[in-house]
């Protein structure tokens, strides 16, 4: 059988369960304020101060960066070989530190959610490991399922499966690292001696300090949104937007070269082809000209990049959920955990791929679930469409009382019919909306249906 995943998330979901159970609406969150609203209890009631919140849409998206999100050293265990990777549960065992701030992020987002007055419908988290690995857990909810699960209108296992978990490879993360790390110790030990094994090769003194306006006061370096794209193989390609500010104090005698607060712009160019990755390259996009004045540089002529840098990857990026989307996507989830645990299923098929899709079309939207299934004893059977095989039938009865019975949960109804796609079966069938309701009700079963259908 080909339908089991890991069970990531599941101590994640766990500790989102906990939250909703506690969270309170005692104060209500203005809609203009409702990214600050979420750091500011992150900050003041946790001590986590480094997430960043976006909303897109109606959807809300928070990034937390972890120093290591997993128990399991993945270098260490991939070295060892297979031993180690079998049990997928043990592999993907959140560390205590990740799970703790991971509740009391979700926690934080409830509180808001439940008490603002900006109409949203999904949130996600994106808890990103940025030191090691990269890997990062992203859970997918609806608003609306945490208000129900806390007044007990669904239970906490529906719930539970409503939660979309999946883990990603941040490469961003991977790629920016390097340059977080080297500002965090530009603004610790701001000497050229100091900071050259970032570098890979030697990098001048007098170089460096024109590069980013060094002088004998302190000076603070405060990161924007990095973007990268790869330029070959091993080499990265990071735009680095920085602001300078000097720390509150008494006055250094030396005069800044820069004002406090002047944003700067670099390109940094990494290479990767080593174990510890290396800055090859720095070019500043700003300069100080004979009188002393910050001027922008051209650099079209020295590095051939594209225009729009707001294409290149991010860490955090977030993109408006659509309903009928998520609900797909949870459907394709739920269905194949049904068939996981079906006894019969797993009696008669050697490999059952499922998949729910979305499709957003005029005049109405429609569903379609695609179904590639291979039987462990293939058997003749009567004349007719796949789906009328005794065993093919059970999977799609299966499949389509999970799908009318989670729509209506939801109370969907913005779609015309379900089309059922088999890949041993050259024709697609359609199941009308009055139709599923029929089959929901148990007026009629899914063959009945299927027989009174003509093929596409």
Sequence with gaps: ??????????????????????????????????????????????????????????????????KKLFMTDFKEALLKGNAQLTDMENLFRPSPEALEKVEDVLFSISRVLLSTDLKLLFYTLHATDVEQTGLQLVLIGYVDDIKRVRLWDISRDEYRKRILHEIRLNRAAIWHRPVRSFFKALQTHPSPAALQPYFLAPLPPELFESLFFLNTGSMEWQLGELRSTPLEATQILVHVPVTVKYPPGPVSSARPKVPSGTLLE???????????????????????????TLQKMDISEELDIEKDISSWETEFSVSNIRVGDFLAEQLTRRTQSLLFLDERVRNTFDALHLLFKFHPEKPRNYFSVDLDAKLKTPTPWAPGPTAFHEDVLHVLNLASREFVEVLRSYKFFDYEYLQLNLTSDPASHILGREELELFRRNKVDLQGLLSGLSPL
């Design 266 to 292: 670099y390109f940094f160019i990494l290479s990767f082809a080593a174990e510890q990755p290396k800055i090859l390259r720095v070019i500043p996009l700003s300069y100080l000209d004979e009188k002393g």
């Design 1 to 66: 059988m080909k339908m089991k995943s890991a069970p990531v998330g599941g101590f994640f979901i766990a500790a989102l369960l906990l939250s909703l159970s506690s969270a309170g609406c005692t104060q209500t969150y203005p809609a203009d304020r409702l990214k600050e609203s979420i750091q500011e209890i992150c900050r003041t009631e946790y001590g986590i101060a480094d997430i960043d919140v976006k909303i897109e849409g109606r959807t809300v998206g928070v990034y937390l960066p972890i």
